[in-house]
């Protein structure tokens, strides 16, 4: 039985937690903050509940696994889990309204055809035929296993199988780009280019630069579904948590890590804040680069050969609003309001792109450019859940509204205004019904998450020189692994699962381990 010192309660380091309890190791969880989930944060006040982070889950079946491999309880005993229906309202530039239904991929289609006109449908059709293709061949080095020593295949390589564009007396040209693949595949069309673009923008990626392959967040979410929880998603956090105790798993809350102890070129434990030293034979860090470094003694976390960690990403800005009266039964879960002005929003969230030269590939930075300050109409995602512990009674109805914004960006009440009153446009009554409302800033996510400037880190990706790969779960340092979202396989929910899985995975079998089959 080895001693495994777990840095944070996020849910990548629950998940690695439980996984490594249930294997017979004894782990110790030192978490600075005096509760656990990380980014998966709630507000309660006056009866209303509001989640401050995620609030939908896709891919459940990575939570599902962890509770069939810790337990004898499954997922669904424990957290209330209910497909979004529809999926998603999308409300264009235009004032078209598209109620788009989940995991429906064919409904999709009739959808698009419905809201935009004929051959819409078929147009992201066929794209959503070619994302798959991208998602099959990398949804298994990419998100099953550790990341592969030879990383540079998976960078050079783009998966996604562009259409060749004829162009007359010059070469062909393939769309390198996820915006370019909206220009070259589906039109061009405003909406639907639109659609395509807030895939990449809600995951904090730029869809002027991010390399084609992002067409697998649209083919996940659209394909495997969207999910809410009784409770938010608070209530998943509170499930690992509870699974982790039920696995003895120890928890410090309020206990911050300052050092990472190194013996002969090894982890060996931590120090902690109050000059405490907890030995360990392995540790494990679910915390940003930046407070990782800040850990080690002069020794580099990252092999020279990995990857660089992602460094540019945006933040979030979200608004909770309590509101008087109760939510119609025709209200959608989610709704996402587009910009009337993509360009200005690209540019002051990302800065503008620089040229790659001949325009047939991504920019040479990612999101490294100048930031302007908040754009003047982001684009606006409404969350209206139909969750009876969301509000006090049926007579009143909890509202979140986020957008993305970059990192370290100042918020001032005006901006706060200006979100809720665009937000007016499809809450009816808002300004009538406004009890109170709370704003979560960047410096509300850096407090929560220890991320400069309250950055959100964003999924994997394949193909653009390794820009968007992750660093691995494995680091430099002998006995110490990275899981969260700022190591393989990246940001997101379901994402930080799988850190969780592939770093206890590492520590079990050790560096032959080549994920779960």
């Not at 069939?68 to 409300?91: I, M, Y």
């Not at 998976?154 to 564009?165: F, G, H, I, K, T």
């Not at 660089?308 to 509101?323: E, F, K, N």
């Amino acid at each position: 039985m080895a001693r495994i010192v777990v840095i944070g309660a996020g849910m990548g380091a629950m998940t690695a937690a439980a996984r490594l309890a249930v294997a017979g190791h004894r782990v110790v969880v030192h978490e600075r903050a005096g509760t656990y989930g990380g980014a998966l944060g709630r507000v309660e006040r006056d009866g209303f509940g509001f989640d401050t982070g995620p609030a939908l889950l896709h891919l459940p079946a990575v939570y599902r696994d962890l509770f069939v491999k810790t337990g004898k309880q499954p997922l669904e005993d424990c957290v209330e889990l209910s497909q979004v229906e529809p999926a998603v309202r999308h409300v264009f530039a235009d004032g078209t309204t598209a109620d788009l239904p989940n995991a429906s991929r064919a409904g999709v289609g009739e959808a698009l055809d419905g809201a935009l006109g004929a051959g819409a449908g078929a147009r992201w059709a066929a794209f959503m035929n070619r994302a798959r293709e991208a998602w099959d061949r990398t949804r298994r080095p990419l998100l099953e296993e550790p990341l592969w020593p030879n990383w540079e295949v998976l960078a050079d390589r783009e998966p996604y199988p562009s259409v060749a564009q004829k162009r007359l007396l010059r070469r062909e040209r393939r769309a390198a780009t996820l915006a370019q693949v909206a220009e070259f595949e589906l039109g061009g069309e405003p909406r639907l280019t639109a659609l395509l673009e807030h895939f990449a923008l809600g995951h904090g990626l730029d869809p002027r630069t991010v390399p084609a392959s992002a067409a697998v967040l649209p083919y996940l979410e659209q394909t495997f579904g969207t999910w809410s929880a009784r409770g938010g998603m608070r209530a998943l956090a509170t499930a690992v948590y509870e699974r982790c105790r039920a696995r003895r798993v120890e928890f410090a809350f309020g206990s911050a890590v300052v050092r990472i102890v190194e013996k002969d070129g090894r982890a060996a434990g931590v120090e902690l804040a109050d000059g405490t030293v907890v030995d360990a034979d392995f540790v494990v860090a679910g915390v940003a680069p930046g407070a990782l470094a800040g850990m080690l003694s002069g020794t580099p976390a990252r092999a020279p050969q990995d990857v660089p960690a992602q460094s540019g990403l945006p933040s979030r800005l979200t608004v909770l609003l309590a509101l008087r009266g109760a939510r119609t039964e025709d209200t959608p879960h989610r709704t996402v309001l587009h910009t009337g002005d993509r360009a200005d929003e690209l540019d002051r969230v990302f800065g503008p792109p620089e040229a790659s030269g001949n325009g047939d590939g991504p920019g040479t930075t990612h999101g490294n450019g100048p930031r302007p300050g908040l754009p003047s109409t982001p684009t606006l995602t409404v969350l209206r859940p139909d969750d009876p512990m969301a509000t006090p009674d049926a007579e009143h109805e909890a509202v979140t509204l986020t957008a993305v914004v970059p990192a370290g960006a100042e918020v001032t009440d005006a901006a706060v205004q200006r979100l809720i009153a665009r937000a007016a446009a499809v809450v009816p009554g808002l300004d009538d019904r406004l009890l109170w409302h709370e704003v979560r800033t960047p410096a509300h996510v850096a407090e929560a998450t220890g991320a400069d400037g309250g950055a959100v880190p964003a999924p994997v990706l394949a193909a653009a020189g390794g820009r968007y790969l992750h660093p691995a779960n494995s680091t430099a340092v002998a006995g110490l692994y990275a899981v969260g979202g700022w190591s393989h396989p990246g940001g997101g929910l379901p994402h930080a699962g799988m850190s969780g899985t592939l770093a206890a995975g590492l520590i079990v079998e050790g560096p032959e381990f080549r994920g779960s089959q």
